[in-house]
Structure formats: C-alpha cells, structure tokens
C-alpha cells in the first residue's frame, strides 16, 4: 500500500488509502484501513505504509492499547502512551538503525474522543499530531500538494469524504507505485462511516470525466476558438453540474451511519 492520508473534518478525521500492495513481482489488493471502536470512548483508524507485517502487528498494539485505556484518559494521554509503544516496538522489532532502511514503515492514525479528535503520523520512531492534513507512503508528496490546494479547516463531513477518496483518486492515477481500490473510513463524534468500494469506483469514474471538464476549461481560458462564447460557457457549466449531481447522489445514497459500537477487529467493508 503506497498511499495513505487523513484530514481533519468538522467534528471528526477521514481517512483513505489505497489497496496495491507487492509482494515480489506480483500486485495484489490488501485492505489496510484498521478500524477499533468503543461506545464509551470513541474510535481509532491507522493505515500506513511500508513493510506490512510492521504495520498490521503495530496496528493491532496500537488498536490494544485504545481498547483498554481508561475512558476518562485524554488524547494527549493517550498520544504520550503511543509514542511510548512505537519507539519500543522500533527498538524491538526493527532492530538496528541501519537495517531500517528496508524495514521501514510509516502510519497515519486518528482517533476521536466525544467532540475531539486528533490526526498523526509516523516516521521510523517518531510521532508527531497533524494539523488539518496528512499523508504517508510513496505518493505522500503528491498527495499533499493537492491537499495543500483544496484543503480548508472546517469541512462538512461529506465534503472530507469526498475530498479525500478524489486526492487518492489522483496519487493513483500520477504516481506509479499507487493503484488498486480505495478504502475510506471517517470517525465522528459517536458514529463511523465506510464507504463500499463500489461507491468508490463509480465516483473515480467520475473525476476521470472532471478531468476532461478541466481539459476543456483550461483551453477556453488560454483562447481556443469557439463559435459561440456564452454557448461554451453554457456547456462547461452543465456538465459539471452533471459530475457534481452524479458524485453527490452516489456518495450521500450509500452513507449509511454506523453508531460506535465496542468493535475490535479490523473488519471491512464490501471487498
């Protein structure tokens, strides 16, 4: 898995990764979004990427260690106690610094508590709190110049959703080592959300039909010749008005809101 990013939307963190993962010469698909929950508390979501055993055994420490903290314990609490098991499991685990070249491996984690939540990532043994947004893997550069654009502090959920399933969309499409499906999952208050991939799938059919609407509005504005101006307008309007009816009523007709529940494994949606 080659492509991992969180942001923070209001009231809650969204996170989505990729599924391409290689093992020798082959490609194959691997969920990689874990997802722990407690009525009590809240919930926690890691992904990450690099070597994947590290990441699916850290991740269930990490997923653990939040579902036996105390329900009174604070985020920056539990951040201290984080840092603690990743540096151990570094020390442990990946053995000498120079061998971490090839055994390394990067997470992105978030977790809400109540109205609170909280976005982090990795790198080697280190984790620091992220504002706004994150990304990690091969395509986290890419990634977050196109969050660097789109981005903006207090999103509506739905707008986090989709902003982070079409930032995938595009680190699959440009960058090599990223493809696959997309796995998305938000966390808010007392409730998660998973979209199926199938929802996925239909709305990256339709950023590859944004990107033929960016095509032709680039050319108007550089001065294509059009015999009719205002006809042009017209027509680049209507369809993306047609791209946006058709992402919103796939999107908002598959939310169906889950209430937090004490759910440990790291179970999925549709495969």
Known sequence: MTIALGLNFNGGIVIAADTLETHYSMK???AKVKLSARSDFGAIVISGAGTAGYI?????????MFMASDSSESLDGLEAKFKILLEEFYAKHVLLPFER?????????????GSDCKLWTSEEDTLKSSQGFAAVGVGAEFALTVLSHYYRYSLPREQGELLASYVTYLAKETIDSCGKYT???SVYGPMFNLIPRLTTQFMENQFAQ??????AA?????GRPVKDKAGSRKSLIS????????????????????PVIDWGDDRFHGK
């Open 28 to 30: 194959v698909s691997t």
């Open 56 to 64: 699916d055994s850290i991740s269930q420490e990490f997923q653990r």
């Open 218 to 222: 680039v050319q108007y504005m550089l």
């Open 239 to 258: 369809f993306l008005d047609g791209i946006r009816s058709e992402i919103q009523g796939e999107h908002k007709s598959n939310i169906v809101e889950h």
């Open 101 to 113: 070249e090839k055994r390394h491996f990067s997470l992105i984690i978030g977790v809400t508590k």
């Open 210 to 215: 944004f990107s033929l609407f960016e095509t």
């Open 183 to 185: 796995d998305v999952v």
